[in-house]
């Protein structure tokens, strides 16, 4: 029998889960060697900015190639692409 004096604490143990920030995940799959355009972006990450993210990287020291490319339909859009790592 628990005294009414006796309190039980329940506290859940809750695990704290990190997902991959989309720079992180743009990051990895241009490190793979992949180019990614923005269709591409919104498609694999959801990314509604991928110029933004690209950007980051950047500014995190990554060396990323603009190519400007022409569709099928007509439409020019920029493709990008990792160049070099930086040390």
Known sequence: MINSKTSISFEPQVKSIKFPSQSEEIKAYLLSGK??????????FKCWSLTQRIFDLRRQGLTIET???????GKRVARYKLKSIPE
């Not at 180019?35 to 972006?41: F, H, K, R, Y």
């Not at 190519?67 to 339909?73: A, V």
């Open 67 to 73: 190519e400007m490319i022409l569709l099928e339909s």
């Open 35 to 44: 180019s990614l355009t923005s269709l591409d972006g919104l498609r694999l």
